[in-house]
């Protein structure tokens, strides 16, 4: 192995050592309550050291989503490519696809779902955001490439493919929030599964023909 490539090995393990460190983090207090310093005491570095691998807290943050978008997108092709189910399987295949995501890290799946849709964005560096930009349209492509196959076979009604999917991600990710909010007045009130297998069902049944 050489000078270059040990180099780069250490420094991808220092990024990881600090995302762990930083999820750690997130969890316990917030992202709004933790800081850079929060993140490097949990990584027993130096805020220094912290900020030479991610510019500002927003960045860190949008780091931890590129994992699970990067997951999404292999579940999403795995069932793309399972030729035994019919068309109208796949809606139950990426209903199960997306819990498995969610199953996989729920923390950062909300924390994705909140990046979405908040002001982050704007802080990224153009490489991360490109990174993320590129992930969340190559999985969204995959669920519209099953919408529209389902559409030329006439199972599913003749909307366009795109808006279909984005219907689905949609109605997955507004109940991941707001399940997520009530158990914040109740902890211990937690209907996310029994309540995503309805809009599943009901979104199934609104598409089929």
Same mark, same amino acid.
């Given at each position: %192995?050489? /000078?270059?490539?040990? #180099?780069?090995? &250490?420094?991808?393990?220092?990024?990881?050592?600090?995302? +762990?460190?930083?999820?750690?983090?997130?969890?316990?207090?917030?992202?709004?309550?933790?800081? %850079?310093?929060?993140?490097?005491? &949990?990584?027993?570095?130096?805020?220094?050291?912290?900020?030479?691998?991610?510019?500002?807290?927003? $960045?860190?943050?949008?780091?931890?989503?590129?994992?699970?978008?990067?997951?999404?997108? *292999?579940?999403?092709?795995? +069932?793309? &490519? !399972? #030729?035994?189910?019919?068309?109208?399987?796949?809606?139950?295949? =990426? #209903?199960?696809? %997306?819990?498995? +995501?969610?199953?996989?890290?729920?923390? /950062?799946? *909300? !924390?994705? @779902?909140?990046?979405?849709?908040?002001?982050?964005?704007?802080?990224?560096?153009?490489?991360? =955001?490109?990174? /993320? +930009?590129?992930?969340?349209?190559?999985?969204? $492509?995959?669920?519209? !490439?099953? @919408?529209?196959?389902?559409?030329?076979?006439?199972?599913?009604?003749?909307?366009?493919? @795109?808006?279909?999917?984005?219907?689905?991600?949609?109605? @997955?990710?507004?109940?991941?929030?707001?399940? $997520?909010?009530?158990?914040? *007045?109740?902890? !211990?009130?937690?209907?996310? #599964?029994?309540?995503?297998?309805?809009?599943? $069902?009901?979104?199934?049944?609104?598409?089929?023909?």
């Amino acid at each position: %192995m050489g /000078i270059h490539e040990r #180099k780069e090995r &250490e420094k991808e393990r220092r990024r990881q050592q600090i995302m +762990v460190a930083a999820k750690r983090v997130f969890s316990v207090s917030g992202f709004s309550k933790s800081t %850079m310093e929060d993140i490097a005491r &949990e990584a027993e570095l130096s805020p220094g050291t912290i900020y030479l691998y991610f510019k500002n807290k927003d $960045e860190l943050y949008a780091s931890l989503s590129v994992r699970i978008l990067q997951y999404l997108s *292999i579940r999403l092709k795995h +069932v793309i &490519e !399972n #030729k035994d189910l019919q068309p109208e399987q796949y809606i139950g295949a =990426l #209903k199960q696809a %997306m819990l498995d +995501v969610y199953d996989f890290d729920p923390l /950062i799946v *909300i !924390n994705l @779902f909140q990046l979405q849709s908040s002001e982050t964005l704007k802080n990224l560096t153009p490489e991360l =955001l490109e990174e /993320i +930009v590129e992930l969340s349209r190559s999985s969204l $492509e995959a669920m519209a !490439n099953i @919408f529209k196959m389902g559409v030329k076979r006439g199972v599913f009604i003749d909307r366009h493919p @795109f808006a279909l999917a984005d219907t689905l991600w949609a109605l @997955f990710s507004g109940i991941i929030l707001w399940e $997520e909010s009530k158990k914040i *007045i109740n902890e !211990n009130k937690d209907y996310l #599964k029994p309540t995503l297998d309805l809009a599943f $069902e009901v979104f199934s049944r609104g598409i089929a023909r």
